[in-house]
Protein backbone atom coordinates (compact mmCIF):
# COMPACT_ATOMS: atom_id res chain seq x y z
CA UNK A 1 0.00 0.00 0.00
CA UNK A 2 1.12 3.69 -0.70
CA UNK A 3 2.34 5.42 2.06
CA UNK A 4 1.67 9.15 3.04
CA UNK A 5 4.08 10.65 5.64
CA UNK A 6 2.53 13.48 7.45
CA UNK A 7 4.57 16.27 8.62
CA UNK A 8 4.01 17.27 12.13
CA UNK A 9 4.26 20.39 12.79
CA UNK A 10 2.65 21.88 9.88
CA UNK A 11 -0.22 24.82 8.92
CA UNK A 12 -1.12 27.60 11.42
CA UNK A 13 1.53 29.10 13.38
CA UNK A 14 0.68 30.70 16.64
CA UNK A 15 1.17 34.19 14.64
CA UNK A 16 -0.99 33.17 12.12
CA UNK A 17 -4.49 31.66 14.12
CA UNK A 18 -3.38 34.67 16.38
CA UNK A 19 -3.97 37.70 13.43
CA UNK A 20 -6.66 35.44 11.41
CA UNK A 21 -8.65 35.92 15.16
CA UNK A 22 -8.09 39.38 15.47
CA UNK A 23 -10.14 40.00 12.31
CA UNK A 24 -12.75 37.22 13.27
CA UNK A 25 -13.47 38.93 16.76
CA UNK A 26 -13.55 42.68 15.04
CA UNK A 27 -16.04 41.20 12.44
CA UNK A 28 -18.12 39.39 14.86
CA UNK A 29 -17.90 42.67 17.13
CA UNK A 30 -18.54 45.90 14.59
CA UNK A 31 -19.75 44.06 11.68
CA UNK A 32 -18.03 44.60 8.03
CA UNK A 33 -16.55 46.73 6.72
CA UNK A 34 -13.21 45.56 8.77
CA UNK A 35 -10.59 46.85 6.69
CA UNK A 36 -6.72 45.27 6.53
CA UNK A 37 -3.58 46.51 5.04
CA UNK A 38 -2.44 43.98 2.74
CA UNK A 39 -3.13 40.41 3.17
CA UNK A 40 -3.35 39.48 7.47
CA UNK A 41 -1.79 36.22 6.49
CA UNK A 42 -0.43 34.70 3.08
CA UNK A 43 -3.02 32.11 1.99
CA UNK A 44 -5.34 32.86 -0.52
CA UNK A 45 -8.25 30.31 1.19
CA UNK A 46 -7.84 32.65 4.11
CA UNK A 47 -8.51 35.88 2.75
CA UNK A 48 -11.22 34.83 0.95
CA UNK A 49 -13.14 33.87 3.87
CA UNK A 50 -12.83 37.10 5.73
CA UNK A 51 -13.49 38.53 2.67
CA UNK A 52 -16.73 36.84 2.49
CA UNK A 53 -17.66 38.20 5.78
CA UNK A 54 -16.95 41.48 5.47
CA UNK A 55 -13.16 42.03 5.46
CA UNK A 56 -11.52 44.50 2.98
CA UNK A 57 -7.95 43.89 1.95
CA UNK A 58 -6.38 47.38 0.70
CA UNK A 59 -2.89 47.64 -0.19
CA UNK A 60 -2.10 51.10 1.48
CA UNK A 61 -4.10 53.20 3.78
CA UNK A 62 -4.99 55.90 1.24
CA UNK A 63 -7.61 53.41 0.37
CA UNK A 64 -8.93 53.09 3.79
CA UNK A 65 -11.47 55.90 4.89
CA UNK A 66 -11.25 58.90 7.31
CA UNK A 67 -11.58 57.39 11.30
CA UNK A 68 -12.53 53.66 9.48
CA UNK A 69 -11.42 50.55 11.88
CA UNK A 70 -7.88 48.92 10.30
CA UNK A 71 -5.61 45.96 10.50
CA UNK A 72 -2.47 45.76 10.06
CA UNK A 73 -0.95 42.49 8.97
CA UNK A 74 0.78 39.63 10.64
CA UNK A 75 3.97 40.96 9.04
CA UNK A 76 3.78 44.46 10.61
CA UNK A 77 4.57 47.76 9.27
CA UNK A 78 6.97 50.51 9.34
CA UNK A 79 6.49 53.46 11.61
CA UNK A 80 5.90 55.61 8.56
CA UNK A 81 2.31 53.70 8.41
CA UNK A 82 1.64 53.73 11.69
CA UNK A 83 2.78 57.59 11.51
CA UNK A 84 -0.05 57.69 8.63
CA UNK A 85 -2.70 55.86 10.42
CA UNK A 86 -2.27 58.23 13.25
CA UNK A 87 -2.72 61.36 11.02
CA UNK A 88 -5.61 59.94 9.45
CA UNK A 89 -7.32 59.04 12.84
CA UNK A 90 -7.73 56.23 11.69
CA UNK A 91 -8.82 53.16 14.64
CA UNK A 92 -5.77 50.69 14.06
CA UNK A 93 -6.01 47.25 15.84
CA UNK A 94 -2.47 45.75 15.30
CA UNK A 95 -2.09 42.25 14.27
CA UNK A 96 1.80 42.03 13.88
CA UNK A 97 3.12 38.90 14.95
CA UNK A 98 4.64 39.13 18.78
CA UNK A 99 7.67 37.51 16.48
CA UNK A 100 8.46 39.86 14.22
CA UNK A 101 7.58 42.83 16.63
CA UNK A 102 10.83 41.42 17.94
CA UNK A 103 12.51 42.09 15.42
CA UNK A 104 11.31 45.64 14.84
CA UNK A 105 12.51 46.13 18.77
CA UNK A 106 15.98 44.75 17.93
CA UNK A 107 16.28 47.07 15.02
CA UNK A 108 15.56 49.89 16.64
CA UNK A 109 18.35 48.99 19.73
CA UNK A 110 20.89 48.24 17.34
CA UNK A 111 20.39 51.88 15.74
CA UNK A 112 20.46 53.30 18.76
CA UNK A 113 23.81 52.28 19.45
CA UNK A 114 25.47 53.63 16.06
CA UNK A 115 25.25 50.42 14.43
CA UNK A 116 24.66 49.42 10.77
CA UNK A 117 21.73 46.95 10.73
CA UNK A 118 22.33 44.54 7.90
CA UNK A 119 19.00 42.65 7.54
CA UNK A 120 18.65 39.09 5.91
CA UNK A 121 15.29 38.79 4.07
CA UNK A 122 13.90 38.45 0.70
CA UNK A 123 13.29 41.75 -0.78
CA UNK A 124 9.75 43.01 -1.70
CA UNK A 125 8.66 40.53 1.29
CA UNK A 126 5.98 42.97 3.79
CA UNK A 127 8.05 41.99 6.78
CA UNK A 128 11.33 42.81 5.02
CA UNK A 129 9.30 46.41 4.35
CA UNK A 130 8.73 46.94 7.60
CA UNK A 131 11.90 46.27 9.56
CA UNK A 132 13.78 48.25 6.88
CA UNK A 133 11.11 51.21 7.80
CA UNK A 134 12.28 51.77 11.15
CA UNK A 135 15.56 53.35 9.74
CA UNK A 136 15.51 53.50 5.94
CA UNK A 137 19.24 54.99 5.93
CA UNK A 138 20.87 52.54 8.40
CA UNK A 139 19.53 49.41 7.85
CA UNK A 140 20.12 47.42 4.82
CA UNK A 141 19.15 44.50 2.75
CA UNK A 142 21.21 41.43 2.02
CA UNK A 143 19.48 38.43 0.42
CA UNK A 144 22.67 36.34 -0.25
CA UNK A 145 26.66 35.41 -0.28
CA UNK A 146 26.55 37.99 -3.40
CA UNK A 147 24.86 40.86 -1.65
CA UNK A 148 27.65 40.29 1.42
CA UNK A 149 30.76 40.27 -0.76
CA UNK A 150 29.57 43.59 -2.15
CA UNK A 151 28.54 45.39 0.62
CA UNK A 152 29.97 48.39 1.59
CA UNK A 153 29.38 50.13 5.53
CA UNK A 154 30.78 53.14 7.15
CA UNK A 155 32.21 51.61 10.26
CA UNK A 156 33.11 47.90 10.05
CA UNK A 157 33.76 47.62 13.59
CA UNK A 158 30.19 48.30 14.28
CA UNK A 159 27.54 46.12 12.35
CA UNK A 160 24.62 44.23 13.42
CA UNK A 161 22.33 41.86 11.98
CA UNK A 162 18.87 40.69 12.00
CA UNK A 163 16.67 38.33 9.48
CA UNK A 164 13.74 37.65 7.79
CA UNK A 165 11.65 35.38 10.26
CA UNK A 166 10.53 32.88 7.42
CA UNK A 167 13.93 32.26 5.84
CA UNK A 168 15.46 28.85 4.94
CA UNK A 169 17.60 28.18 8.08
CA UNK A 170 20.55 26.61 6.02
CA UNK A 171 20.13 29.42 3.58
CA UNK A 172 20.68 31.92 6.07
CA UNK A 173 23.62 30.00 8.15
CA UNK A 174 25.48 30.47 4.58
CA UNK A 175 24.81 34.39 4.33
CA UNK A 176 25.59 34.43 8.16
CA UNK A 177 29.00 32.82 8.27
CA UNK A 178 29.96 35.49 5.24
CA UNK A 179 28.71 38.15 7.14
CA UNK A 180 31.09 36.99 10.15
CA UNK A 181 33.80 36.46 7.46
CA UNK A 182 33.93 40.15 6.35
CA UNK A 183 33.15 41.98 9.78
CA UNK A 184 34.45 39.87 12.68
CA UNK A 185 33.07 42.54 15.01
CA UNK A 186 29.01 41.48 13.86
CA UNK A 187 26.81 41.59 16.54
CA UNK A 188 23.43 39.88 16.20
CA UNK A 189 20.45 38.49 18.28
CA UNK A 190 20.96 36.66 21.37
CA UNK A 191 17.99 33.97 20.02
CA UNK A 192 17.67 33.70 16.18
CA UNK A 193 15.12 35.58 14.87
CA UNK A 194 14.17 32.71 12.60
CA UNK A 195 10.77 32.08 13.76
CA UNK A 196 10.21 28.59 16.13
CA UNK A 197 7.18 28.10 13.61
CA UNK A 198 9.16 28.25 10.34
CA UNK A 199 12.43 26.37 12.18
CA UNK A 200 10.23 23.59 13.00
CA UNK A 201 7.78 22.60 9.59
CA UNK A 202 11.18 23.12 7.92
CA UNK A 203 12.62 20.20 10.52
CA UNK A 204 9.49 17.95 9.52
CA UNK A 205 10.04 18.23 6.10
CA UNK A 206 13.33 17.36 6.16
CA UNK A 207 12.34 14.48 8.15
CA UNK A 208 9.60 13.30 5.43
CA UNK A 209 11.43 14.26 2.30
CA UNK A 210 14.80 12.16 3.22
CA UNK A 211 12.18 9.19 2.74
CA UNK A 212 9.80 10.49 0.16
CA UNK A 213 9.40 9.75 -3.59
CA UNK A 214 7.63 13.57 -3.76
CA UNK A 215 6.66 15.93 -1.13
CA UNK A 216 3.46 18.33 -1.54
CA UNK A 217 3.40 21.42 0.34
CA UNK A 218 0.01 23.24 1.02
CA UNK A 219 0.82 27.07 0.70
CA UNK A 220 0.17 30.23 -1.37
CA UNK A 221 2.97 31.34 -4.08
CA UNK A 222 3.20 34.23 -2.13
CA UNK A 223 4.27 32.51 1.29
CA UNK A 224 7.44 32.70 2.51
CA UNK A 225 7.72 29.87 4.63
CA UNK A 226 5.87 27.99 2.23
CA UNK A 227 8.61 28.46 -0.60
CA UNK A 228 11.24 27.43 1.08
CA UNK A 229 10.03 24.19 2.83
CA UNK A 230 9.40 23.50 -1.27
CA UNK A 231 12.96 24.93 -1.38
CA UNK A 232 14.38 22.33 1.06
CA UNK A 233 12.88 19.42 -0.06
CA UNK A 234 14.12 19.62 -3.33
CA UNK A 235 17.58 20.65 -1.76
CA UNK A 236 17.68 16.99 -0.12
CA UNK A 237 17.09 15.69 -3.73
CA UNK A 238 13.31 15.07 -2.96
CA UNK A 239 10.91 16.47 -6.13
CA UNK A 240 8.59 18.88 -4.21
CA UNK A 241 5.28 20.95 -5.16
CA UNK A 242 3.89 23.89 -3.93
CA UNK A 243 -0.07 23.85 -3.95
CA UNK A 244 -2.77 26.17 -3.00
CA UNK A 245 -5.03 23.83 -2.43
CA UNK A 246 -5.82 19.83 -3.87
CA UNK A 247 -7.17 21.24 -7.17
CA UNK A 248 -3.19 21.33 -7.71
CA UNK A 249 -2.38 18.32 -7.63
CA UNK A 250 -0.61 16.81 -11.28
CA UNK A 251 -1.43 13.50 -11.68
CA UNK A 252 1.82 12.79 -13.28
CA UNK A 253 3.05 13.87 -10.10
CA UNK A 254 2.16 10.47 -8.67
CA UNK A 255 3.11 8.06 -11.23
CA UNK A 256 5.68 5.42 -9.73
CA UNK A 257 5.26 7.68 -6.25
CA UNK A 258 5.01 5.30 -3.70
CA UNK A 259 5.59 7.41 -0.51
CA UNK A 260 4.61 11.02 -0.51
CA UNK A 261 5.73 13.84 2.11
CA UNK A 262 2.67 16.25 3.03
CA UNK A 263 2.99 19.17 4.78
CA UNK A 264 1.88 22.56 4.71
CA UNK A 265 2.99 26.38 5.56
CA UNK A 266 2.18 28.48 8.68
CA UNK A 267 -0.70 30.10 6.58
CA UNK A 268 -2.38 26.94 4.89
CA UNK A 269 -5.55 26.27 7.16
CA UNK A 270 -5.74 22.53 7.98
CA UNK A 271 -8.20 21.63 6.27
CA UNK A 272 -6.62 21.95 3.06
CA UNK A 273 -4.15 19.04 4.48
CA UNK A 274 -7.54 17.02 5.58
CA UNK A 275 -8.29 17.44 1.25
CA UNK A 276 -5.65 16.27 0.05
CA UNK A 277 -5.19 13.46 1.91
CA UNK A 278 -8.85 12.13 1.50
CA UNK A 279 -7.94 12.98 -2.19
CA UNK A 280 -5.02 10.53 -2.54
CA UNK A 281 -7.09 7.85 -1.52
CA UNK A 282 -6.58 4.90 0.31
CA UNK A 283 -3.15 5.31 1.21
CA UNK A 284 -1.35 4.20 4.74
CA UNK A 285 -1.57 7.72 6.78
CA UNK A 286 1.86 7.71 9.09
CA UNK A 287 2.30 11.06 10.62
CA UNK A 288 5.92 12.00 11.30
CA UNK A 289 6.14 14.09 14.14
CA UNK A 290 9.32 15.95 15.39
CA UNK A 291 8.44 18.60 17.75
CA UNK A 292 4.69 19.77 19.19
CA UNK A 293 4.08 23.36 19.72
CA UNK A 294 2.43 24.98 22.77
CA UNK A 295 2.98 28.49 22.03
CA UNK A 296 -0.16 31.13 21.97
CA UNK A 297 0.08 34.66 21.83
CA UNK A 298 -2.20 36.71 23.58
CA UNK A 299 -4.78 38.74 21.93
CA UNK A 300 -4.76 42.71 21.45
CA UNK A 301 -7.16 44.32 24.11
CA UNK A 302 -9.41 45.41 21.16
CA UNK A 303 -10.35 42.05 20.73
CA UNK A 304 -10.45 40.50 23.59
CA UNK A 305 -13.65 39.46 25.14
CA UNK A 306 -15.21 41.85 27.79
Known amino acids: MPVVLLASPRSFCAGVERAIDIVDRLLEQRGGPVYVRKQIVHNTHVVAALEARGAVFVDELDAVPDGATVVFSAHGVSPAVREEAARRGLDVVDATCPLVTKVHAEAKRYVARGDTVVLIGHAGHEEVDGTLGEAPDRIVLVESVADVAALEVPDPSRVSYLTQTTLAVDETTEVLAALRARFPALRGPSAADICYATT ?7 EVANDSDLVLVVGSA ?35 ARIVGVSAGASAPPHLVDEVIEALGAWDVQVR ?9 TLPAAVRAR
Request: aromatic share 4%.
Open 222 to 256: NSSNSVRLVELARRIGTPAHLIDDVSGIRPEWLDG
Open 289 to 297: ETTRETIHF
Open 200 to 206: NRQDAVR
